[in-house]
């Protein structure tokens, strides 16, 4: 099938190029069809906070990029949305933070396992995790089919970013000691709440904002770092960016009211 033509000029260019991305996934054969909801869901999300990177989520960022460069074994969880919308920018972390890349999917099969690592590979990785045999340990509590983990990934990693995730699983990382960061634009939703640092924000915003924070803090004294992660406060992005949906959406509301006067 052939892909639409989007006109530079189109008022929501940039928003229907990521739906083809997620689309062009989805034929692939790496997205799941429940992906596609899912990305319409985070949509909604990211029009309440003004598709932007608000103040909260870059010190998010910032707190995320700490705890990736302190951590021993990190690892970036990938499903099939991540692997369509920011292939290149998974690879260029990882190789800025040293983490591991593992796919872990909640709709697994083999075919899309396949297809995620045929992106991946294309953006230049040359080693993934969580493919077929190779996720045979698996995370206590949970009984989806995320369960399943490579022992050389996320079962030994100290720190797991998270993107696009679902909260059953950040729950039962957190259980077993682990740090989790994620990237999640509903910031009431179960992962947002139960992570150790969540980043509000769109993942196509904050993968290239996180790679730069991460480049420039690695010169930072390690107590520095240290001092980022320990003063964190979870909770407070969380109600810094619910109180930013409210205060956007009274705004919105007042100028719709004034423009019909």
């Not at 062009?24 to 997205?31: K, L, N, Q």
């Not at 009431?188 to 993968?207: E, G, H, M, P, Q």
Request: net charge positive; charged share 25%.
């Amino acid at each position: 099938m052939n892909e639409i033509n989007i006109p530079d000029d189109h008022p929501r260019a940039d928003s229907l190029r990521l739906r083809e991305k997620i689309v062009r996934g989805y034929r692939s054969g790496a997205v799941a069809l429940a992906g596609l909801i899912a990305y319409g869901r985070g949509e909604a999300f990211d029009y309440l906070i003004g598709e932007r990177t608000t103040a909260s989520a870059l010190h998010a960022i910032d707190v995320s990029a700490a705890i990736l460069l302190r951590a021993k074994r990190p690892v970036i969880s990938v499903n099939g949305n991540v692997a369509a919308l920011v292939p290149d920018e998974v690879v260029q972390l990882s190789a800025a933070v040293g983490a591991a890349i593992e796919i872990n999917l909640f709709y697994r099969s083999e075919k899309r396992e396949i297809a995620i690592e045929k992106i991946l590979r294309r953006a230049g990785a040359t080693r993934i995790l969580g493919i077929g045999g190779n996720s045979h340990a698996t995370i206590p509590e949970l009984h989806s089919e995320r369960r399943r983990v490579d022992p050389e990934g996320i079962l030994a990693a100290d720190v797991v970013l998270v993107p696009l995730e679902d909260g059953d699983r950040t729950e039962a990382l957190v259980k077993m000691g682990k740090k989790v960061v994620a990237i999640d634009l509903n910031p009431l939703s179960r992962t947002s709440r139960l992570a150790t640092v969540t980043i509000v924000d769109n993942i196509v915003r904050a993968f290239p904002r996180l790679i730069d924070r991460v480049n420039k803090m690695k010169t930072l004294d390690a107590k520095i770092l240290d001092s980022m992660i320990t003063e964190y406060d979870n909770s407070k992005t969380l109600g810094d960016s619910i109180r930013l949906i409210e205060s956007y959406l009274t705004q919105q509301v007042d100028a719709s009211l004034y423009k019909g006067k």
